[in-house]
T-cell receptor
Framework: EAGVAQSPRYKIIEKRQSVAFWCNPI?????LYWYQQILGQGPKLLIQ????????DSQLPKDRFSAERLKGVDSTLKIQPAKLEDSAVYLC?????????????FGSGTQLSVL | GESVGLHLPTLSVQEGDNSIINCAYS??????FIWYKQESGKGPQFIID?????DKRQGQRVTVLLNKTVKHLSLQIAATQPGDSAVYFC???????????FGTGTSLTVIP
């Protein structure tokens, strides 16, 4: 079974530029999550989708971050404009139905460096 | 929100010894926990989970213990191998929407 796919693996941009990350979850998984992992810290939830709807985006800095999952399968996360403090690994995860106590499966992440 | 914390940020063990990684959680409503292993440059990998109605769960070379009285989790790795070197996170779930909250992590180094 293919895992969660993410691209690109690395991205280097200057502050105030924009950037986008892509995620394709495990086939058949209805729930998709974006996490931000700053160096030396645990992952922090940014947004959760159930199919093509947003379940929770309370931790998403909406003045600069946006995410979509238009067809309920793959998803993109965008940052515009980027700040230095956005340097982190952006992890995508998926779970089967988003019910309580389901395992999350993670992709390898996109490492973003903002200069 | 409440945070998940780890007691030891780093741990070094000799190959073949047993490892114990600890985790404290503060939300008494948490009812499901997962231990993840994260190797450098990779995403977190599921190791083992436990529900709050259990005290102990065993997997292959790993055991998770849950003490709800003191809100403490531990991950025991038997016969630690060099491939076990990684950062280990505990994650708690107390949201009906299946959201997980992660601690800071413990870096495990296995000395050959």
């Amino acid at each position: 079974e293919a895992g969660v796919a993410q691209s690109p693996r690395y991205k280097i941009i200057e502050k105030r530029q924009s950037v986008a990350f892509w995620c394709n979850p495990i086939s058949g998984h209805a729930t998709l999550y974006w996490y931000q992992q700053i160096l030396g810290q645990g992952p922090k939830l940014l947004i959760q989708f159930q199919n093509n709807g947003v379940v929770d985006d309370s931790q998403l800095p909406k003045d600069r971050f946006s995410a979509e999952r238009l067809k309920g399968v793959d998803s993109t996360l965008k940052i515009q404009p980027a700040k230095l403090e956005d340097s982190a690994v952006y992890l995508c995860a998926s779970s089967l139905q988003g019910r309580a106590n389901e395992k999350l499966f993670f992709g390898s992440g996109t490492q973003l460096s903002v200069l | 929100g409440e945070s998940v914390g780890l007691h030891l940020p780093t741990l070094s063990v000799q190959e073949g010894d047993n490892s114990i990684i600890n985790c404290a959680y503060s939300n008494s409503a948490s009812d499901y926990f997962i231990w993840y292993k994260q190797e450098s440059g990779k995403g977190p990998q599921f190791i083992i989970d436990i529900r709050s109605n259990m005290d102990k769960r065993q997997g292959q070379r790993v055991t998770v213990l849950l003490n709800k009285t003191v809100k403490h989790l531990s991950l025991q790795i038997a016969a630690t191998q060099p491939g076990d070197s990684a950062v280990y996170f505990c994650a708690e779930n107390y949201h009906t929407g299946n959201q997980f909250y992660f601690g800071t992590g413990t870096s495990l180094t296995v000395i050959p």
